[in-house]
C-alpha cells in the first residue's frame, strides 16, 4: 500500500517536513508520480520488528538478576 507524505508521517508519528527530508536524502525510499512521492508502506515492517526485538533485549537484561560477587565468600 502506497501513502502519501502526510499518510507516512503520520504513521512513523514523526512532522512532515522530517520525512519529506528523509526521501529527498533517499533514506526512504519512495516514487515521485509529478506532484507527489509515494512511499510504499510495507519497507518499515522489518524496521518496527527490529525496533520490537531490540526492546525486548533491553528488558530482558534489564530484568536478569545480578549475580553474587565471588570475593564476597574470601572474606575470611
Known amino acids: 500500500m502506497y501513502m502519501t507524505l502526510k499518510e507516512t508521517a503520520e504513521y512513523l508519528s514523526m512532522p ?8 529527498v536524502q533517499g533514506r526512504i525510499r ?3 508520480d509529478g506532484e507527489q512521492f509515494l512511499i510504499n508502506q510495507d519497507q518499515f515492517t ?7 526485538k531490540y526492546r525486548q ?8 538478576p545480578i549475580p553474587e560477587d565471588i570475593d564476597v565468600k574470601d572474606e575470611d
Open 16 to 23: 512532515e517536513p522530517t520525512v519529506k527530508s528523509l526521501v
Open 30 to 32: 519512495s516514487i515521485h
Open 46 to 52: 522489518t524496521h518496527f520488528e527490529q525496533l520490537e
Open 57 to 64: 533485549m533491553i528488558i530482558d537484561y534489564l530484568n536478569e
